[in-house]
């Protein structure tokens, strides 16, 4: 009896997995597929064709926006990880300063404010100051600064994470031995958490890279990133284009995903192998 119950709620398991997997991965696979399709029709399979990464090549509005939303995603990963390293740092080694409450609840607002109010928030901001100063012009910095302000509270939840694990004995050490804060932090804690840098800099990148939000509240003319072009499209039908740039897009995440994983991987055991030679010696 027991035997029967543990296969059951073992395929059952199984089963809701697959379910899950399903929904969130067979959309993706069907419009892969639909990217090969000579037809314009959407879900109207009519042959395998390569027409529509030929026409993408021809298309300079997405060409355009998806080089925009690179250079956005690279510089606001980098600003992201910077920043909340910095913060998830402060809020982790200093717990008792004052407006320590203050600094944490404003790091980790954007985690849970709508970016609806977040984008006009700046944007009414962002014009005030341009309407003072003169800059900056709605375009690139603009969004770059909205970007920012949203992958800097994911930055430091990740890197804060991290921090919380990492045994404050080689800091003391460090710091016993002679070296001065700054160099207990570049030589000593950032090199201990550069798995949790790197993670922050993916998440951060991608955030940057598919947000339509904060990019359509903060561009402006001339300055449309990929999701708000793909996004102005889809409202007046699906262009087989699209499907071709979505899945160029899917190559490059796949690729970059499964090269971190595997440098991530090959850190780790190298740093396990690290501790196990130094326990014997």
């Known amino acids: 009896m027991k035997t029967n119950t543990s296969f059951m709620q073992r395929w059952f398991g199984r089963g809701w997995l697959s379910l899950g997997y399903l929904f969130l991965y067979l959309p993706i696979v069907v419009l892969v597929v639909f990217s090969f399709n000579s037809s314009r029709q959407d879900m109207v399979w009519s042959g395998f064709s390569l027409q529509w990464y030929a026409a993408l090549m021809q298309d300079t509005e997405i060409i355009n926006g998806l080089g925009l939303s690179l250079r956005i995603a690279v510089m606001t990963a980098f600003a992201s990880v910077v920043l909340g390293t910095f913060a998830a740092f402060v809020l982790d ?13 404003m790091v980790s607002a954007p985690l849970v404010m709508p970016e609806v109010i977040i984008g006009l928030s700046l944007l009414l901001m962002l014009v005030s100051v341009q309407k003072a100063f003169g800059f900056p012009e709605r375009g690139l910095t603009t969004i770059w600064i909205g970007h920012t302000l949203l992958g800097m509270a994911y930055a430091a939840v990740v890197v804060q994470s991290r921090l ?5 004995s080689l ?7 002679g070296c001065r804060p700054y160099q207990v932090f ?7 958490i550069k798995q ?18 904060l990019s359509a509240f903060l561009s402006g003319p001339g300055s449309s990133t990929m999701p708000i072009v793909i996004f102005s499209r889809a409202r007046l039908g699906l262009d087989p284009r699209v499907n071709a740039v979505a ?11 499964i090269a971190s994983s595997l440098y991530i991987a090959r850190a780790e055991r190298l740093r ?10």
């Open 164 to 168: 919380q694990e990492m045994s404050k």
């Open 171 to 177: 800091e003391e050490a460090a710091m016993d031995l």
């Open 186 to 192: 570049f030589l000593v804690t950032l090199p201990n």
């Open 272 to 281: 396990q192998k690290q501790i196990s030679s130094a326990g014997k010696d």
């Open 196 to 213: 949790a840098l790197g993670s922050a800099w993916l998440l951060t990148f991608t955030l940057s890279l598919d947000d339509v939000v």
């Open 93 to 105: 080694r200093y717990r008792r300063f004052t407006g320590r409450t203050i600094f944490a609840g």
């Open 247 to 257: 899945a160029l897009t899917i190559l490059v995440v796949t690729i970059g995903v």
